[in-house]
Every structure is written in structure tokens, then in C-alpha cells.
């Protein structure tokens, strides 16, 4: 079955430095990874996501992540933080059978401070 | 740019009663799901919808629940008899295809207190 591990339940970063949230991941065939980010009573929202090819993909906000097929990881980084990225950031796999439902991991939260 | 809604925004519900959480996707998207997060923990798939009839659904999904696409436009999640548990927030989401590449788009999410 496919699963992701976020193994960090909160990143602190200071405004400015880069930052990474980490996101490991365990299918069987090709993997299709998702993050996802959410805000204080919102919705999930896209970010970015990896299907093929390059292994640095950039998205929304200024994120990007770099999928690494040895290390079975998929981390999302931004060069330079901002206070408004404080946020519960989700990574996620599309499971290959089925109907594709996401499989999502726990979640990390992001708190960047002044 | 199209997004999906979900109405209501909170529902508070005395246990055992029905409730319905309403959401209405992206306008040409064809696949729908529902998914919970329960308070703390990480969100879980309910069921998908495609061409008016359950493609998947999870364990949790059991007699309790049912969705529907009434009119073509609104998709909904029914609760039959609501419990303690059944406590969350419930995300809908659409996409336009089926593939393995493509993203589902997620709405603000209904949160569901049972009491």
C-alpha cells in the first residue's frame, strides 16, 4: 500500500532563511506525490506536485521540492521564508489502484517567526 | 479561478440525527471525493464519485453514510444517524480527469460537531 511519513510534527524557522519540511515516501511503482498546504480554518490547497521528469518541481508561493528516488523523499523547501507560510503543510501519494484516492501523511506544521 | 464551495461552514448536531454536507465542485471536473480529518489527525479518504455511482470507498464509509449528485451540480455526503466520532471537518474535492497525474482541488471543508 502506499504511504508518506512526515517525520517532523513542527519546523521553526526564523523570517527569511530557507526553510525544508520533510516528506518520505513508500509505493510500489511510480510514485505520484502531492503537497499540499493548509491555513487556519481553511481548505487543503495545492502546491505542487511531482509526476515525472525534473526532480526539482516548483509551485505556488515560491515552494518547490525536490524528489529524490533513492532516498525515497519528496521535500518541500523555499529559499526564503515569509511570517504568512506559518501553516499545516501536508504531503500526499495517489494511490495507483482504484480510483486514485491521496493518501495524505500526518502533516507538519510550519511556524515561521518575525 | 473556479474553486469548490461547501456549505455549511459548521454544523452542530445532536447525536443520532441525520445531517447533509453540501459542496459544489469545479464546474467541468468529472471526479469527486469526500475525505475527514478528525481533530489532531491527519485527513482520511471516505469515498469517490464518478458518473453518479461510488467508484471506492474506505472502511469508514460504512451504512452510515451516502452520497449523491443530486442536480449536476451539488455533491452530497448524508450522515444517517450521526455519532461522537463522526466529529471532523469533511473536505470535498473534484478532478477533472482520473489519472494518476492529475490534482484534486479541495473546498474549505464543513467541520461536523456531534454532541
Known amino acids: 500500500a502506499q504511504s508518506v511519513a512526515q517525520p517532523e510534527d513542527q519546523v521553526n524557522v526564523a523570517e527569511g532563511n530557507p526553510l525544508t519540511v520533510k516528506c518520505t515516501y513508500s509505493?510500489?511503482?511510480?510514485?505520484?506525490l502531492f503537497w499540499y498546504v493548509q491555513y487556519p480554518n481553511r481548505g487543503l490547497q495545492f502546491l505542487l506536485k511531482?509526476?515525472?521528469?525534473?526532480?526539482l518541481v516548483k509551485g505556488s508561493y515560491g515552494f518547490e521540492a525536490e524528489f529524490n528516488k533513492s532516498q525515497t523523499s519528496f521535500h518541500l523547501k523555499k529559499p526564503s521564508a515569509l511570517v504568512s507560510d506559518s501553516a499545516l503543510y501536508f504531503c500526499a501519494v495517489r494511490d495507483s489502484t482504484g480510483f486514485q484516492k491521496l493518501v495524505f501523511g500526518t502533516g507538519t506544521r510550519l511556524l515561521v517567526s518575525p | 479561478e473556479p474553486e469548490v464551495t461547501q456549505t455549511p461552514s459548521h454544523q452542530v448536531t445532536q447525536m443520532g440525527q441525520e445531517v447533509i454536507l453540501r459542496c459544489v465542485p469545479i464546474?467541468?471536473?468529472?471526479?469527486f471525493y469526500w475525505y475527514r480529518q478528525i481533530l489532531g489527525q491527519k485527513v482520511e479518504f471516505l469515498v469517490s464519485?464518478?458518473?453518479?455511482?461510488?467508484?471506492?470507498k474506505s472502511e469508514i464509509f460504512d451504512d452510515q453514510f451516502s452520497v449523491e449528485r443530486p442536480d449536476g451540480s451539488n455533491f452530497t455526503l448524508k450522515i444517517r444517524s450521526t455519532k461522537l466520532e463522526d466529529s471532523a471537518m469533511y473536505f470535498c474535492a473534484s478532478s477533472a480527469l482520473r489519472g494518476e497525474t492529475d490534482t484534486q482541488y479541495f473546498g474549505p471543508g464543513t467541520r461536523l460537531t456531534v454532541l
Open positions: 511531482y509526476i515525472t521528469g525534473d526532480n
Open positions: 464519485f464518478y458518473n453518479n455511482e461510488i467508484s471506492e
Open positions: 509505493v510500489s511503482g511510480n510514485p505520484y
Open positions: 464546474s467541468n471536473h468529472l471526479y
